[in-house]
Nanobody
Framework: VQLQASGGGLVQPGGSLRLSCAAS?????????IGWFRQAPGKEREGVSC????????GSTDSVKGRFTISRDNVENTVYLQMNSLKPEDTAVYHC?????????????????WGQGTQVTVSS
């Protein structure tokens, strides 16, 4: 399985970005979930949002609820993270990951495959 994350960049506080995570590989014929995690310098990796690709069930950490929206395109095997009202504390490297046979989860140990990170910087 390969995961390709894209869409990061530099944005001013209050701005928006949309991250994409494109998945490919034979494992995709099974049920799986995709999660977005982020890691800021000197901090632990934290779960941001996740989605079950089969039933569309989602979850988000409290700090992004009402600002970030996760969605999926099952035809393209792509997950999007729409990030609005960005704050400086959202600055981090964002990674997407895939968990085979599971629903939405924020436990990093549940994920089998990880993509490369994309940098999100929120600064004026």
């Amino acid at each position: 399985v390969q995961l390709q994350a894209s869409g990061g960049g530099l944005v001013q506080p209050g701005g928006s970005l949309r991250l994409s995570c494109a998945a490919s590989g034979s494992t995709l014929r099974y049920d799986y979930a995709i999660g977005w995690f982020r890691q800021a310098p000197g901090k632990e990796r934290e779960g941001v949002s996740c989605i079950n690709m089969s039933d569309g069930g989602t979850g988000s950490t409290d700090s992004v609820k009402g600002r970030f929206t996760i969605s999926r395109d099952n035809v393209e095997n792509t997950v999007y993270l729409q990030m609005n009202s960005l704050k400086p504390e959202d600055t981090a490297v964002y990674h997407c990951a895939l968990a085979v046979g599971l629903g939405c989860t924020f436990s990093t140990s549940d994920y089998d495959y990880w993509g490369q990170g994309t940098q999100v910087t929120v600064s004026s």
